[in-house]
């Protein structure tokens, strides 16, 4: 069975930095690209980064390149964002979700709740 | 950027009756479109992928259509259990994939 877990959210102060992990098991983790989709409080769902399945290539929305870093470690099936200089705009819900190279998104975690608050 | 437009924001259906979600994409994404439906407190689940594939273990009363850059989410006959939020995305290339703004569908 597929399983994403994701941890280390939690109550940050504006400008803080916080690192999220994605525990990934039940498929081969190195052989695919690995994203991160967030969700503010009753907002929509957004699109925040990508990493290509050796870690070569990477990508990040407008709203948050320059500040967080995606990254994975293949030997420990874990996929990482490194967040900083965070925002209150940065609240959500923070989902670790894989495509299996096909582009849609299945199956989701539980996610992660990053508050930032002054 | 390719820009997803959902409509309507809210939609009222009556539990029976058929329930009908568009959305429009900002240029051709082909057949590159997947729905989810997602319920209070839980993480979305995936519905239709292809446009019109529904997922493993998906009810048949879920089907999607369209192609290019109009596309509808059906829902023959509601169910409690279906009046939820429904997103659609796009994953025309890899990696901007975007998310339509999503639709409320509450009980009449």
């Known amino acids: 069975e597929v399983q994403l877990v994701e941890s280390g959210g939690g109550l940050v102060q504006t400008g803080g930095s916080l690192r999220l992990s994605c525990s990934a098991s039940?498929?081969?983790?190195?052989?695919?690209?690995m994203h991160w989709v967030r969700q503010a409080p009753g907002k929509g769902l957004e699109y925040v980064s990508a990493i290509s399945s050796n870690g070569g290539n990477t990508y990040y929305a407008d709203s948050v390149k320059g500040r967080f870093t995606i990254s994975r470690d293949n030997s420990k099936n874990t996929l990482y964002l490194q967040m900083s200089s965070l925002r209150a705009e940065d609240t959500a819900v923070y989902y670790c979700?894989?495509?299996f190279g096909e582009g849609w998104f299945d199956p989701w975690g539980q996610g992660t709740l990053v508050t930032v608050s002054s | 950027e390719i820009v997803m437009t959902q409509s309507p924001a809210t939609l009222s259906v009556s539990p029976g009756e058929r329930a009908t979600l568009s959305c429009r994409a900002s240029q051709s994404v082909s057949s590159n479109l997947a729905w989810y439906q997602q319920k209070p407190g839980q993480a979305p689940r995936l519905l239709i992928y292809?446009?019109?594939t529904r997922a493993t273990g998906i009810p048949a009363r879920f089907s999607g259509s369209g192609s290019g850059t109009e596309f509808t989410l059906t829902i023959s006959s509601l169910q409690s259990e279906d009046f939820a939020v429904y997103y659609c995305q796009q994953y025309n290339k890899w990696p901007l994939y975007t998310f339509g703004q999503g639709t409320k569908l509450e009980i009449k």
């Open positions: 979700v894989t495509t």
């Open positions: 039940g498929f081969t983790f190195s052989s695919y690209a």
């Open positions: 292809g446009a019109s």
